[in-house]
């Protein structure tokens, strides 16, 4: 990783057990917090799409909620 990139290549940061961004760990780690937020959204009833639009995260709890209804 180059943090000075595009003004210069000097200062690298890399290791030997990094693994590629494009990797199965971090698609792993992406879909089981996906599921997690997904699945609190449902629960408590409401995302944290509440800070951009509490119309939008309105909408998707109640699209999750109609999609997924809670048991009685």
């Keep these: 990783m180059f943090y000075l990139w595009p003004f210069?290549?000097?200062?690298?940061?890399?290791w030997r057990?990094?693994?590629?961004?494009?990797?199965?760990?971090?698609?792993v780690v992406t879909l089981v917090f996906l599921a997690l937020?997904?699945?609190?959204?449902?629960?408590?009833g409401f995302s944290p799409l509440e800070m951009v639009s509490e119309r939008a995260d309105k909408a998707f709890v109640s699209a999750l909620r109609r999609r997924f209804p809670k048991a009685s």
């Excluded at 057990?17 to 698609?27: D, I, P, R």
């Excluded at 937020?37 to 408590?44: E, H, K, M």
């Design 17 to 27: 057990g990094q693994w590629e961004l494009a990797s199965w760990q971090n698609t």
């Design 37 to 44: 937020t997904f699945y609190l959204a449902w629960r408590r």
């Design 8 to 14: 210069s290549t000097s200062l690298k940061l890399a």
